[in-house]
Nanobody, 123 residues
Framework: QVQLVESGGGLVQAGGSLRLSCAASGFTFKTYAMGWFRQNPGKEREFVAAINWGGATTYYADSMKGRFTISRDNAKNTVYLQMNSLRPEDTAVYYC????????????????WGKGTLVTVSS
């Protein structure tokens, strides 16, 4: 069965960095686009970044451009989110998700989700 397991969250000071990882299993990872989303209690889940199957095309939410970098290692079945210059407003549970195809469609559906990893940025 499809499994997505996030790791790498934690507590960091504002201006610091974290790298999140998402280990995928149960499907042919290299043929699917992947994405990162985040959510705070009481708020809707929001898009963070996505990457197409081969890694050549990436997408970012405007507030993350220049600070976050999504990447993937198809040999390791893992997608990463490097987060730099973190701000207190970046505090959230970060989720990894699989797209329904090899190409990410903004606003399109993600069909499998991980359980999330908490990122807390202190001021």
């Amino acid at each position: 069965q499809v499994q997505l397991v996030e790791s790498g969250g934690g507590l960091v000071q504002a201006g610091g960095s974290l790298r999140l990882s998402c280990a995928a299993s149960g499907f042919t990872f290299k043929t699917y686009a992947m994405g990162w989303f985040r959510q705070n209690p009481g708020k809707e889940r929001e898009f963070v970044a996505a990457i197409n199957w081969g890694g050549a095309t990436t997408y970012y939410a405007d507030s993350m451009k220049g600070r976050f970098t999504i990447s993937r290692d198809n040999a390791k079945n893992t997608v990463y989110l490097q987060m730099n210059s973190l701000r207190p407003e970046d505090t959230a549970v970060y989720y990894c998700a699989r797209s329904g195809s090899g190409y990410f469609t903004p606003g399109g559906g993600m069909d499998y989700w991980g359980k999330g990893t908490l990122v807390t940025v202190s001021s």
